[in-house]
C-alpha cells in the first residue's frame, strides 16, 4: 500500500489544544456518530475486498461448478477481514500513525545522525511484525513436502521466526538506506544499478543450489508482503523529518522510493538467510528415500528434533510406515502419543491441535489402544469444535499482540525517555492501540477460516479448466465392495488395467481400479471423485487460455480495487502537469499485475523455475530505469507496492498453493513476484509512449 499523504490527522503531542471548551452531546447523538463513522469505513474496505471476493465466488460455483466448503464460515471470515480492517487501519490512523509521524518530525532536532538511523532500523523491523499481509505466510507451510524443499519447509514450519526476522531485518536495512537517502539527495537509479544486479545474481546462484531454488519464489514474493499499510507511512513521515536536517525542498525526492527499497532489500535478507541455512540440510529427494532409516539423522534437523520428524511420520503417514522411528516397537508409538497429549505445548507444536491429534488417533489406533492413550494422559478435554474454536482464538490473539506491542512499546520509549515529552491526547493514542489490536486479530481469523479457504479452493478447482483433477472432499468410501465386479482392460502398451461400473446420481460411471484405495480386509473401497476438464481435451489450449484469462481478471480487477492506486495515479498527473493521466496509470498497473498473475498461474501448472522470468524481465527493468525520467523511475518502481495490499496479497498466495497442490509442484509461489514487477514494466514503457508524444507534439509546435 502506497500514500504520500499523512493520516489526515493532527500529529498527537503537547502542541495539541487543550484548552478547547468540551461539547456535550447526548448518548443517542454520540451512538448516532460512531454508527455513521464506523459504516463509512467499513463500506470503505468493503469496497476493496468486494471484487476479488465476489469474483473467485462466481468462478468457483457457476464457472467450476464447484461448491464453496464451510461456505458459512468462508463468509463470516470474509466478514471478520471486512471490519478487522476497518478497526486496523483506524487504530493505525488514531493511535499509531500519529505518534510515528511525531517521532519523525522532532526526532532529529534531538539526537545525532547514528541514532537516528538506529531508531529506523528498529522501526522497519518491529513495523513490519505489525503488516497484515505477512500472515498470509502463517498456514503456506502445510502445503511444502519436506522431501522435495527440505530449506523451504524448515522455514515455513519449523523455524517461522527467522524467515520473518529476514523479511523484518531487510526493512528495517531499508528504511535506514532510505534515511541516507534523504540526506544526501541520492537518485534512485544508481540504487537500481546496484541492488537488482545482485538480486539476479544471487537468483541465478539460487538455481543451481537444489535447496536454494525452493526459496527463490518465497523470497521474492516477501517484497510484496512488506510494503503495507503500517511500514509505507511511518517510513515516508520519518523521511520528511530527516529531510529538514539538510534542509532545502526535497519533497520530489522523500516523497518516492522507500517503498521501493523496502521491497528489495528483504529478498536479499531471506536469500541471504538460505544460503547460510542450506548448508547443513539435505539436498531434495524421494519421499521414500527421504523416510529410510538411514536417512534419519540428516532429517532430524527439518523438524527441530527427533519427537517432530515422528509427529510429522503419523501425521501424513501410517503407524506401520513409522514404526522404524520407534525402533520397531508399537509400544513406542503409543509412550509417544500419550507424552504429547499429556503436554499442551507439544500438542500444538507436534500436531497443531486436539483436533489433529484426534484424527490420527481414529484413523491409526485400535479402540483399545485410543482409549488406552486417552486415559493414561489423563483424558483429552473438551469437544472438537471447541478445541478448534479455542485454538484458533489463542492462536491469533497471541499473533496480533506480536505485531503491535513491538512497535507500541518502541514508540511509547522513544516519546517517553528520548524526547522527553508527554503528549497529548493520551486517551486517542491508547484507543488506537486497542483498535490495532481488535482489528489485527478480527482479520487474522478471518484470513484463516475465509480468505485462505476460499483462495485455495479456487486454486485448486482452476486447473480443472483443461485437465482432470481429482476431488478428496466428495470420498465416499463403498461397502461392501468385491474385486469379482471388475472387468479387465487391455492397454495400447500389451499391459492390462481394470476397471468397475459406478452408478453415481442416475449415472453410470467407468471408473478405474486402484488397488491402494481397496481394503480386502474390511472389504471396502476408498472412492475419490474426479472432476473435468470443463474443455474438450482434444482442444487443451482452449481450457489453458481460459484458465489464464481467468488468472488475469482477478490480477487487474483486484489492482483497481486498491484505494492507494488512485491516490499514486492522481499524483503522477500533477508531477507531469497533466501529461500522463491517472486513468492511464490506473490501466496500466492493473493491466500489468493480471498478466503478472497470469504468467505465475502459467509458471506454477508448467513448473517453470522462477528465475527464468525474474532474470530477464529485472534486467529490462534496470535498463529502462536507466533511460527514463527520475520522476517516471520511482512511481514506476513504487506501483509495484501498490498492488500489494492486505487482501490481495493472502488471496493470491492461497490461490498459488491451491494450484500448486492439484498440480503437484513443490513450490506455488512466485505470482506476487511477478505480479510486482510487471506493473514496473508496464509505467515505465508507458513513461517512454507518454515522453514520446510529447516531444513530438513540442516538435509539431
Not at 522501526?123 to 507451510?141: F, K, Q, S
Not at 501529461?579 to 498461474?601: E, H, N
Request: a neutral charge; one cysteine or more.
Amino acid at each position: 500500500m502506497f500514500t504520500r499523504k499523512g493520516t489526515g490527522r493532527p500529529p498527537a503531542g503537547p502542541q495539541a489544544d487543550s484548552s478547547a471548551p468540551r461539547i456535550h452531546i447526548g448518548w443517542r447523538q454520540a451512538l448516532s456518530m460512531v454508527y455513521s463513522y464506523a459504516s463509512k469505513r467499513v463500506v470503505e474496505q468493503l469496497r476493496s475486498v468486494s471484487f476479488i471476493v465476489a469474483f473467485l465466488v462466481i468462478v468457483q460455483v457457476f464457472v467450476l461448478r464447484r461448491p464453496i466448503l464451510e461456505a458459512a464460515a468462508v463468509a463470516a471470515g470474509i466478514a471478520a477481514v471486512v471490519v478487522g480492517l476497518a478497526f486496523f487501519m483506524e487504530g493505525l490512523f488514531l493511535g499509531v500513525m500519529p505518534m510515528g509521524e511525531w517521532c519523525g518530525l522532532h526526532l532529529p532536532g534531538k539526537l545525532p545522525l547514528p541514532l537516528i538511523l538506529l531508531f529506523a532500523l528498529l522501526l522497519g523491523v518491529v513495523a513490519t511484525y505489525a503488516e497484515p499481509a505477512i500472515l498470509a505466510l502463517r498456514g503456506a507451510g502445510g502445503h511444502v513436502d519436506p522431501w522435495a524443499a527440505p530449506l523451504l519447509f524448515l522455514l515455513l514450519n519449523t523455524r517461522p521466526e527467522l524467515l520473518l526476522l529476514a523479511i523484518s531485518v531487510g526493512v528495517g536495512l531499508a528504511v535506514v538506506l532510505s534515511m541516507v537517502r534523504f540526506l544526501r539527495q541520492w537518485s534512485l537509479k544508481p540504487l537500481l544499478a546496484t541492488v537488482v544486479p545482485l538480486l539476479l545474481a544471487l537468483t541465478a546462484y539460487a538455481y543451481f543450489d537444489p535447496n536454494l531454488r525452493s526459496l527463490t519464489a518465497l523470497a521474492w514474493d516477501t517484497g510484496g508482503l512488506t510494503t503495507g499499510p503500517v511500514t509505507v507511512p511511518l517510513v515516508i513521515a520519518l523521511g520528511l523529518g530527516v529531510s529538514r536536517i539538510v534542509g532545502g525542498d526535497q519533497r520530489h525526492v522523500s516523497g518516492f522510493g522507500a517503498v521501493t527499497l523496502a521491497s528489495l532489500l528483504p529478498i536479499l535478507t531471506v536469500l541471504t538467510l538460505g544460503l547460510v541455512l542450506g548448508r547443513g540440510l539435505p539436498p531434495p529427494m524421494s519421499e521414500a528415500e527421504f523416510f529410510r532409516p538411514e536417512t534419519k539423522e540428516r532429517v532430524v534437523p527439518l523438524f527441530g528434533g527427533e519427537g517432530g520428524l515422528k509427529a510429522y511420520s503419523l501425521r501424513h503417514r501410517s503407524i506401520d510406515d513409522s514404526l522404524y522411528l520407534f525402533e520397531g516397537d508399537r509400544q513406542g508409538v503409543i509412550e509417544f502419543l500419550v507424552e504429547t497429549a499429556g503436554d499442551p505445548g507439544l500438542l500444538e507444536r507436534y500436531f497443531g491441535g486436539l483436533e489433529a491429534f484426534r484424527a490420527v488417533l481414529d484413523r491409526e489406533l485400535s479402540p483399545f489402544e485410543r482409549r488406552l492413550v486417552i486415559w493414561r494422559s489423563g483424558g483429552l478435554s473438551g469437544s472438537e469444535a471447541g478445541a478448534r474454536a479455542g485454538s484458533l482464538i489463542l492462536r491469533n490473539v497471541r499473533l496480533a499482540l506480536q505485531a503491535i506491542l513491538p512497535l507500541t512499546l518502541l514508540l511509547v520509549f522513544v516519546i517517553l525517555v528520548v524526547l522527553r515529552v508527554l503528549p497529548g491526547k493520551l486517551d486517542e493514542f491508547f484507543l488506537g492501540v486497542a483498535f490495532s489490536l481488535i482489528g489485527l486479530f478480527l482479520f487474522s481469523v478471518g484470513i484463516e477460516i475465509g480468505i485462505s479457504r476460499l483462495g485455495e479452493e479456487t486454486g485448486r478447482s482452476l486447473p480443472m479448466t483443461f485437465r482432470e483433477i481429482s476431488v478428496p472432499e466428495e470420498t465416499r468410501v463403498i461397502r461392501p465392495f468385491s474385486p469379482e465386479i471388475l472387468w479387465p482392460v487391455a492397454t495400447l502398451e500389451g499391459g492390462q488395467a481394470q476397471y468397475f461400473f459406478l452408478e453415481s446420481d442416475s449415472k453410470v460411471l467407468v471408473q478405474p481400479f486402484d488397488a491402494e484405495a481397496y481394503d480386502p480386509e474390511a472389504g471396502t473401497y476408498t472412492y475419490v471423485p474426479r472432476r473435468g476438464p470443463l474443455v474438450d481435451p482434444g482442444r487443451w489450449p482452449a481450457g489453458l487460455l481460459l484458465a489464464l484469462l481467468l488468472a488475469f481478471v482477478v490480477g487487474y480487477g483486484a489492482t483497481l480495487a486498491e484505494p492507494a492506486l488512485n491516490s499514486l495515479g492522481r499524483t503522477l498527473e500533477e508531477i507531469s502537469v497533466g501529461t500522463f493521466k491517472r486513468s492511464f496509470l490506473v490501466q496500466t498497473v492493473a493491466g500489468g499485475v493480471g498478466f503478472g498473475i497470469a504468467c505465475g498461474f502459467a509458471r506454477i501448472v508448467w513448473d517453470i523455475p522462477l528465475a527464468w522470468f525474474l532474470v530477464p524481465i529485472y534486467l529490462g527493468l534496470v535498463i529502462l530505469s536507466l533511460l527514463a525520467e527520475e520522476g517516471y523511475v520511482n512511481i514506476a518502481w513504487d506501483s509495484a507496492g501498490v498492488t500489494t495490499g492486505p487482501i490481495t496479497v493472502p488471496l493470491v498466495i492461497a490461490l498459488g498453493l491451491g494450484i500448486g497442490g492439484q498440480i503437484g509442484v513443490a513450490e506455488s509461489f512466485g505470482m506476487i513476484s511477478l505480479a510486482s514487477a510487471f506493473p514496473i514494466l508496464s509505467v515505465l514503457a508507458a513513461g517512454q509512449y507518454v515522453e514520446w508524444r510529447r516531444r513530438r507534439r513540442l516538435r509539431r509546435a
